[in-house]
């Protein structure tokens, strides 16, 4: 069965520092990968997606995220954090038999000061 | 921006009572889904539809109902509302095309059944 983890409840990080957030995921054949985001009293939102080619895949506000084969890994990041990137983080991988997105069980980002 | 809206954004009900939630979009999406998330939580799928008249059941069980009698329109009602159907509902909704389709999702409704 397709699934996604994501290790960490939450992750602190001061304004202007480097953010990763983590997911691993365990498929059958080629993922297809995503991260959505979202912020209080908002409806998800789409940052980036991961199908084929570069390993290295640049999102909306700046974040980015590196696909690992060998780590079964799909990391969130960004090289300078800010305060408004507060959110809810949520790493998927479209499960290739139905179609469906699976959703990791999401990471609060915390950015103070 | 995306075009996929829910109603209301807020609901308090008492137990037992007949709840519809819409969804409606406007960017002729063939396939739409139904999430439930509670706080901070992760989305568990309770419904989706690929078209017209198509209905799926998702992972999560869920004793709510779904229709999709045109392409824009994908409401969930739930007949007795109970205290354990408290959580947010979240709708979502895709085009049909390449593998690495995005959602996008409605602000979601909060319910909460007394």
């Known amino acids: 069965a397709q699934s996604v983890a994501q290790p960490e409840d939450q992750v602190n990080v001061a304004e202007g520092n480097p953010l990763t957030v983590k997911c691993t995921y365990s498929v059958s054949g080629n993922p297809y990968l995503f991260w959505y985001v979202q912020y209080p009293n908002r409806g998800l939102q789409f940052l980036l997606k991961?199908?084929?080619?570069?390993?290295l895949v640049k999102g909306s506000y700046g974040f980015e995220a590196e696909f690992n084969k060998s780590q079964t890994s799909f990391h969130l990041k960004k090289p300078s954090a800010l305060v408004s990137d507060s959110a809810l983080y949520f790493c998927?991988?479209?499960?290739?038999?139905?179609?469906?997105?699976?959703f990791g069980q999401g990471t609060t980002l915390q950015v103070k000061p | 921006e995306a075009d996929i809206y829910q109603t209301p954004r807020y609901l308090v009900i008492g137990t037992g009572k007949k709840i519809t939630l819409e969804c409606s979009q406007t960017?002729?999406?063939?396939?739409m889904y139904w999430y439930q998330q509670d706080p901070g939580m992760e989305l568990h799928l309770i419904h989706y539809s690929y078209g017209v008249n198509s209905t799926e059941k998702g992972d999560l069980s869920s004793e709510s109902t779904v229709s999709r009698i045109r392409t824009e329109h994908f409401p969930l009602t739930l007949e007795s509302a109970r205290p354990s159907h408290t959580s947010q509902y979240l709708c979502?909704?895709?085009?049909?095309?390449?593998?690495?389709?995005?959602?996008?999702f409605g602000s979601g409704t909060q319910l909460s059944v007394l």
């Open positions: 979502a909704s895709s085009d049909t095309g390449a593998a690495g389709e995005k959602l996008f």
């Open positions: 998927a991988v479209r499960d290739i038999n139905t179609g469906k997105l699976i």
């Open positions: 991961y199908i084929t080619g570069d390993n």
């Open positions: 960017m002729g999406h063939d396939k």
